[in-house]
């Protein structure tokens, strides 16, 4: 059985308004955060690639500054880690290249409401060979040129909630939209931190389409646009950490 649109319409409406899910209890504050060894991968140069992460419980963005509470062992303490962690679970956050020979020893370590937690020392085991997700590892990384034993600055992460993706093509949005009513866009730009105390910024703009798409605000990625007339739209969504960009584009169907 389909789902009526106008339920469609009404539930995005919902999610919309919500906001985030704070003090309703499945979020709490002052909870441990805990860094994750997420694996490695092996570089056509002879590199390495390594993965960490990290899972936040807290309800509010938690800053730790590089030093005893944020280091990595053995030294230098700050290789560009993180030092904003947002609330869930966030992977790829602190994508590192390694020598061929690396030995595999090195720890990130994180003190937070009391508790100290650390990374697993075994690093090069066969069990954390990557083999999902490796080209997100290297995305907008230069191996010939990058510095090694640091978290590299990549490009942000870019998507529009609600696509079906078609590979060659454009990302489709699932949902038509209607000619002249205000409809939303769930886009998000998320990224490591890097270069840290820069602002991540998202922008919207047209591509193609047989009218106008306006957009209520087009430097947010969650935002709603108006079309002028019926057709198929392509819109394209950037992110930028001041330093490197990435965009998406999505295909919108408007109908009468």
Not at 36 to 60: I, P, Q, R, V, W
Request: net charge neutral.
């Amino acid at each position: 059985m389909s789902v009526p649109q106008t339920f469609v319409r009404w539930f995005a409406a919902l999610v919309w308004s919500a906001g985030p899910l704070v003090g309703t209890g499945l979020a709490q504050q002052n909870q441990p955060i805990y860094p994750s060894y997420e694996g490695f991968m092996k570089n056509a140069d002879g590199t390495l690639t390594l993965s960490f992460g990290y899972y936040s419980h807290n309800a509010e963005v938690i800053t730790i500054p590089p030093g005893a509470d944020n280091s990595f062992a053995p030294t230098p303490e700050d290789r560009q880690q993180p030092t904003v962690f947002k609330p869930g679970h966030w992977e790829r956050q602190c994508v590192m290249v390694v020598p061929g020979n690396f030995d595999g020893k090195l720890t990130w370590n994180l003190a937070y409401a009391g508790k100290a937690t650390s990374t697993s020392t075994r690093m090069l085991q066969s069990n954390w060979f990557l083999v999902e997700a490796v080209d997100e590892l290297t995305r907008s990384i230069d191996l010939a040129k990058a510095k090694h034993g640091v978290c590299l600055n990549r490009a942000p992460e870019v998507s529009v909630l609600g696509t079906v993706r078609k590979r060659g093509a454009p990302s489709t949005l699932a949902t038509p939209m209607d000619v002249g009513a205000t409809e939303s866009l769930f886009g998000s730009v998320h990224d490591e931190g890097l270069p840290r105390g820069k602002p991540v910024t998202a922008s919207w703009k047209q591509i193609s389409g047989p009218g106008t798409a306006r957009f209520e605000r087009a430097d947010t990625a969650r935002t709603h646009v108006v079309f002028s007339a019926p057709g198929e739209y392509v819109l394209e969504l950037t992110g930028s950490d001041s330093e490197l960009n990435a965009s998406t584009r999505v295909t919108v169907t408007v109908v009468k």
